[in-house]
Nanobody, 132 residues
Framework: QVQLVESGGGLVQSGGSLRLSCTTSKFPLDEYAVVWSRQVPGKEREGVSCINNRAGTTYYADSVKGRFTTSMDAAKNTVNLQMTGLKPEDTAIYSC?????????????????????????WGQGTQVTVAS
């Protein structure tokens, strides 16, 4: 049963910005880690960012580091993903899910966000399209 809802996607020109939001009315997000991922049809899901709300730490995939920022708005029970300097290769469906921890590792020479095996269900996602 999906409980997280994403919003904020859209069409933007290369170099533009978008802010995505992930929220739920079922439980307080600040008690969990929250992972943002993205997926292009036919390709593997890619972990983009993770915020560990209990530890106050954030992690980013190398592909977005320095351009994307994730944050917790406790008053709105929302985790945001601020995306700047968008590139056509950022085009994907972006989804969020809760996790017990944030895990960052190196795979094929690049830093990646790796959800744990206890990752919750992904939301339905929001489409981000970056035009060149």
């Amino acid at each position: 049963q999906v409980q997280l809802v994403e919003s904020g996607g859209g069409l933007v020109q290369s170099g533009g910005s978008l802010r995505l939001s992930c929220t739920t009315s079922k439980f307080p997000l600040d008690e969990y880690a929250v992972v943002w991922s993205r997926q292009v049809p036919g390709k593997e899901r890619e972990g983009v960012s993770c915020i560990n709300n209990r530890a106050g730490t954030t992690y980013y995939a190398d592909s977005v580091k320095g351009r994307f920022t994730t944050s917790m708005d406790a008053a709105k029970n929302t985790v945001n993903l601020q995306m700047t300097g968008l590139k056509p290769e950022d085009t994907a469906i972006y989804s969020c899910a809760t996790d017990i921890i944030c895990a960052w590792t190196v795979s094929a020479g690049r830093g990646v966000v790796r959800p744990s095996n206890q990752i919750g269900p992904w939301g339905q996602g929001t489409q981000v399209t970056v035009a060149s």
